[in-house]
């Protein structure tokens, strides 16, 4: 499986804060069956300022302890960009990366507040031929509100990703609810870890995976851990792996999930 989004470069934003629990994250992944991981701390003006070159020397530095000690996990550099001014030209000038190099970036909104003009943002971000992956929608605490904007978005051409653990339960039953919602109506490109730690916030695909498969069947969520996160490696165009045909009604993910009852 393909991680595209972690936290465990040591010592540069709100994850792993030491050499010795990115290791440990490290061989956590290799566990669950990840080999391939992209190392995205946050870009945030004013708290991380975080940037390409450093987040590269930071990835070969893992790297090479991973290598040294044989954890066969392969690393990527990338970023998690929060919506700020300035955050197109920083791509074009080279100071914010996007996921190795491609076409794609991760785009992490506000946990808290609806920005102005989120929308507008992020279809600026796809007319200068970027394509914003926004991070964990189901854990925002606007999203009852915004739902259907991101939808929206969907079909304008921005990809998803949700959070594996969040599905999971890990989060609690309202980031639940909504991850299985984007799921289960085919609104997720991609399901990836956040990790953060070592212990708590681990990089485990595996559990949201299974839930995938109950709610899309097993190629699907082969294509959100697998095939879509090789295709923004590979940097292929965004129509090389597309979301599957809406075939059934858009609320059924409920009834396929938890057979026998109702909606809430």
Not at 14 to 31: C, N, Q, S
Not at 113 to 125: G, H, K
Not at 220 to 247: G, K
Request: proline letters at 8%; one cysteine or more; charged letters at 20%.
């Amino acid at each position: 499986m393909i991680d595209l989004h972690s936290h465990i470069l040591p010592g540069i934003d709100d994850g792993a804060p030491t050499l010795e629990v990115a290791l440990e994250m490290a061989r956590l992944a290799v566990g669950d069956g990840i080999r391939t991981m992209a190392c995205t701390p946050h870009i945030y003006p004013g708290l991380y300022m975080n940037d390409a070159p450093g987040i590269a020397t930071a990835r070969v530095a893992l790297q090479r302890e991973l290598d040294a000690r044989g954890i066969g996990l392969q690393l990527v550099s990338g970023a998690d960009v929060h919506l700020v001014p300035g955050l197109l030209e920083g791509l074009r000038g080279g100071t914010i990366p996007t996921l190795h190099g491609s076409r794609y970036l991760l785009l992490e909104p506000p946990h808290h507040v609806a920005p102005p003009r989120f929308a507008e943002s992020v279809r600026q971000l796809m007319m200068a031929d970027y394509v914003p992956v926004i991070t964990h929608p189901e854990r925002l605490s606007w999203i009852e509100t915004h739902y259907k904007v991101f939808v929206e978005l969907v079909g304008q051409g921005a990809w998803m990703q949700v959070t594996a653990g969040a599905v999971a339960g890990h989060f609690g039953q309202r980031p639940r609810y909504w991850g299985e919602k984007f799921l289960g109506e085919g609104h997720t490109h991609i399901l990836a870890t956040d990790a953060h730690a070592s212990s708590g916030r681990i990089p485990c695909l595996s559990q949201g995976r299974v839930v995938a498969e109950r709610l899309l069947g097993a190629d699907e969520a082969r294509r959100l851990v697998q095939e879509r996160p090789q295709a923004i490696v590979d940097n292929l165009a965004p129509n090389a792996c597309p979301l599957p045909p809406r075939s059934e009604a858009p609320r059924s993910w409920w009834q396929r999930l938890w057979p026998g009852r109702g909606e809430a």
